[in-house]
């Protein structure tokens, strides 16, 4: 494993360019203390990046919902993503803007404190490997549950809402599958780990209503592509038990783009017409 501490290349560190491995911050910064912290994933495809000005808007919107003040305009990150990219060379990749808190006061409450941006961006190949895509991957329930919004920014890209992700990862890896999906405090299926989820039935595609975790990107173009090619959608609240007439199923996600799912624990599924159909048109989609 290459430590992404030791990469080589720049990044964007608070309005100017830092190289790599000299991109550090302090120990006692509020956001690994105190998880106020916000980020985004975006992919470039052939060097144009994806639904640029969705993600740096909900970037934006995320630290308005945790308070986190940026000191530089929507157009200006913007910007600094595209040079950024330009700088790196980087045709097919990653991009991950991340804004926490700082170091200046070590409390819960920390209003006053900065707060930090950065920029970063490397070469980057497909999330899963692509005889894994091909087949599809496994998943598991996790027993770690989508928490409600009451309890939890739940319409915030929040790093502290990942704990629980990656626990449900970790478990799920160590039991020989790729991935876990989530229920949330209802018990309705919610997601994977990183990703929203889609079933397919009778050529209608189903998704669960996203009122208690995020309406990603990747989602809601693929309910675009769907409905512009007169495959209805619904979006609704599903048990367990919705999985068991399930015909497809598969995740999506900037980082999954559109993974097909072999199975959900005992639930099998085969990688079929819809799901390739939306695949297709996604890649085009993304390179337009």
């Avoid at 495809?45 to 969705?54: D, N, P, R, V």
Wanted: proline share 3%; with cysteine.
């Amino acid at each position: 494993m290459i430590s992404f501490a030791n990469k080589h290349g720049v990044i964007w560190f608070n309005g100017s360019y830092k190289k790599w491995t000299d991109s550090n911050i302090h120990v006692l910064n509020h956001g690994l203390h105190y998880a106020s912290c916000v980020f985004e994933g975006l992919r470039v495809y052939e060097k144009k990046i994806f639904k640029l000005e969705e993600h740096i808007q909900r970037l934006f919107k995320s630290a308005l919902i945790l308070d986190l003040k940026i000191q530089y305009s929507i157009d200006e990150i913007i910007s600094k993503t595209i040079e950024l990219v330009n700088k790196e060379k980087i045709t097919n990749g990653y991009i991950r803007p991340v804004v926490w808190r700082g170091s200046e006061k070590m409390a819960i409450s920390a209003i006053n404190a900065s707060t930090n941006i950065a920029i970063a961006a490397w070469k980057w190949p497909s999330y899963f490997s692509p005889d894994l895509i091909e087949k599809g991957i496994k998943l598991t329930v996790s027993r770690w549950k989508r928490p409600s919004p009451d309890s939890a920014p739940t319409n915030s890209k929040a790093a502290g809402l990942y704990m629980i992700c990656s626990l449900s990862k970790h478990e799920a890896e160590k039991d020989g599958f790729d991935d876990a999906l989530m229920l949330d405090y209802r018990n309705y299926i919610a997601e994977a780990t990183g990703a929203n989820i889609f079933f397919v039935k009778n050529k209608k595609l189903y998704s669960p209503r996203p009122d208690c975790f995020l309406d990603g990107i990747t989602r809601q173009s693929v309910i675009k592509i769907a409905k512009e090619h007169k495959i209805q959608v619904i979006e609704d609240h599903f048990n367990l038990d919705f999985l068991e007439d399930c015909e497809e199923v598969f995740l999506t996600g900037t980082a999954v783009e559109i993974t097909p799912v072999a199975s959900i624990d005992d639930y099998k599924f085969r990688v079929g017409e819809t799901t390739k159909f939306l695949i297709e048109n996604f890649k085009k989609l993304v390179i337009k």
